[in-house]
């Protein structure tokens, strides 16, 4: 079973940026792709970002557009989250996920993915 372990969340004040890490504990996985998700209190989980792994094509919602980055170092088995110009709307519990299988996909559909790490919290204070 593969893991996925993250890290970077933390309080940050507005304006302030922060940077998520995703590492899988398998260095073997030859993902297809990955995707970041948050979910805020009361809300459903909304996808905000996603890439394929090998070929660097990276998806963004409007929400984060122009601030976040998604990006990856495919030798360390990890992806990551660049946040910038954070706002208190930013709150939540981000979640990487990855899929394993090749192929048309629908980045923003939680279903599509294989694997999700444990959330970390990134608080935003106004």
């Known amino acids: 079973q593969v893991k996925l372990v993250e890290s970077g969340g933390g309080l940050v004040q507005t304006g302030g940026s922060l940077r998520l890490s995703c590492t899988a504990s398998d260095p073997a996985l030859d993902a297809f792709a990955a995707g970041w998700f948050r979910q805020a209190p009361g809300k459903e989980r909304e996808a905000i970002c996603a890439m394929t792994i090998r070929e660097g094509r990276t998806y963004y919602s409007d929400d984060v557009k122009g601030r976040f980055t998604i990006s990856s170092d495919i030798g360390a088995n990890t992806v990551y989250l660049e946040m910038n110009n954070l706002n208190p709307e930013d709150t939540a519990v981000y979640y990487c996920?990855?899929?394993?299988?090749?192929?048309?996909?629908?980045?923003?559909?939680?279903?599509?993915?294989?694997?999700w790490g444990q959330g970390t919290q990134v608080t935003v204070s106004s």
């Open positions: 996920a990855l899929k394993l299988t090749r192929g048309p996909w629908l980045w923003g559909i939680p279903v599509e993915y294989d694997y």
